[in-house]
């Protein structure tokens, strides 16, 4: 049975100290909050825990923290995509001996790869570690790294078992949706209603952290056939999103779990800090929208 991972998962973020290391502490309060939702998973270590700009201890160090922190019984997939083959293995295999229910890994995206490399990389990382994957497609220039053929190669693997799809096109969500019975992520949150009537079975998203009740309303709604109700929320989430994109997503959305007494201090260095317009822009969304 391919299709077992299904419903909300937040896309965690890590809160980082003045120094840009892990908020151990504030970590785990974090994790305690959202864990008071009705999710179904986290998903650890992707674009908005700022994996990418991570060292691959820092990132074993994450992964072992969530791990540790998640008292409750959700399932908990590692994001271990690197440019590296060698570090995704190891990450991988790191993820499933601490009880990661899987892993998932963004194509190597600096180099043009061909689509037997992008191939060889996904059969490489299972055939070592041996544990479900959800390809996470993403690709920043907008274009796919995968053709539909790949795909259905990358599905035939037996361990091989959904997709975290963060891409517009959501034909090609449905095409993937043909190739077999498996997990079909949501990328894009202002695109999950649309998703998920094309097939998605369920969530992954950054925006989740600072408005999960919305998301797990939504799909909800229509998964009870809800059209409406999910429109309306849908309506809601774009109208938010559409300011944080104005504002920078990851900082904007740091700045209000923030807000909600979780100091997750600024991202990453090269992100940028916010502004102090860009911050009465976002108090007055949190006001109005999401206190
Ligand atoms: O995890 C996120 N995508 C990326 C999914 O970080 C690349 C989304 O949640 C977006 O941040 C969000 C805003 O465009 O949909």
Redesign the pocket.
Known sequence: MKNKYNGIYI?LMTPFDEKENINEKVLEAYIKYLLKFDIQGF?VG???AEALMMQDEERKNLFKLVKKYTTKDIKLIAHVGSLSTKSAIDMGLYAKELGYDAISAIVPFYYGLSQDEILSYYFDIVSAVKHDMIIYN?S?SGNSPFTLQTFKKLFENEHIVGI?H?SQNLFALNQIKSLGNISIFN?????MLAGLSMGATGG?????NIMPQKYIDLYSAFNSGDMEKAKAIQDEICEI?TT??ECG??PSEKYLVSKNGFDMGDCKKPFAKLTADNKKILDKLYEEKLS
């Open positions: 896309a998903y992707g674009s908005t993403f920043p975290k963060t990328g894009y949150d202002e695109l992954i998203g950054s925006t989740y999103i944080l994109i997503v990851l």
